[in-house]
């Protein structure tokens, strides 16, 4: 049975700060997701890593993969207020994902 | 492009009520799957499918049916309701090659009593 398991489960980030989710997942892959949630809303899609050593970047959020490791980390640099929500890493294996619990991040100024 | 939608948005049932959650997608992807998330929770698959014609049980399938006749709908039915199934319900669609984006509909909220 695949487990996946988010580190920390709650952040609390001074604005500016720089800090890690890390992922970890207990089988091979097929690709990892990484989903954005903003409270009583539905999930936005910031990052599919696809392959070992992916690295994606979109704003002051980085995503990687690491699949000897079976860890993904979201990076984020500099935080911001508008970066406070809750963040889902995916884990898909033959056509099933399975979620972790989440990381609910909030950005003090 | 509508994207995923989804309907009802919110929806009351007793127990033992039956109902069908819709969900609809306009990017003719291949790949759709259902999911619920309950409070403080990550989200759990529910069923999936491939294609039309081909659907397969998700984690946590017991309770819930579903079928895909065209591409674009993909509907949940609860085949009798239990207050255990409030949650919100999340449809989703992506494609099965080129980016695996995932694009989520609104969800449905459903409280069972």
């Known amino acids: 049975e695949l487990k996946v398991e988010q580190n920390p489960l709650f952040l609390s980030m001074q604005e500016g700060k720089n800090y890690t989710i890390y992922c970890n997942y207990s089988?091979?892959?097929?690709?990892l997701y990484w989903y954005r949630q903003d409270p009583g809303k539905s999930l936005e899609s910031l990052f599919v890593?696809?392959?070992?050593?992916a690295v994606k970047q979109e704003g002051r959020l980085m995503a990687s993969l690491d699949t000897k490791a079976r860890l993904s980390t979201l990076h984020i640099t500099a935080a911001v207020h508008d970066l406070s929500a809750t963040y889902f890493c995916?884990?898909?294996?033959?056509?099933?994902?399975?979620f972790g619990d989440g990381t609910t991040l909030t950005v003090k100024p | 492009n509508a994207g995923v939608t989804q309907t009802p948005k919110f929806q009351v049932l007793k127990t033992g009520q039956s109902m069908t959650l819709q969900c609809a997608q306009d990017?003719?992807?291949?790949?759709m799957s259902w999911y619920r998330q309950d409070p403080g929770m990550g989200l759990r698959l529910i069923h999936y499918?491939?294609?039309?014609?081909?659907?397969d049980q998700g984690e946590v399938p017991n309770g819930y049916n579903v079928s895909r006749s065209t591409t674009e709908d993909f509907p949940l039915r609860l085949l009798s309701a239990a207050p255990s199934q409030t949650s919100v319900y999340f449809c989703?669609?992506?494609?099965?090659?080129?980016?695996?984006?995932?694009?989520f509909g609104p969800g449905t909220r459903l409280t069972v009593t």
């Open positions: 990017m003719n992807h291949e790949y």
């Open positions: 089988t091979t892959s097929d690709r």
């Open positions: 499918s491939v294609g039309a014609g081909i659907t």
């Open positions: 989703a669609s992506r494609e099965t090659g080129g980016s695996y984006e995932q694009y």
């Open positions: 995916a884990v898909e294996v033959a056509g099933k994902s399975t």
């Open positions: 890593l696809l392959s070992n050593g």
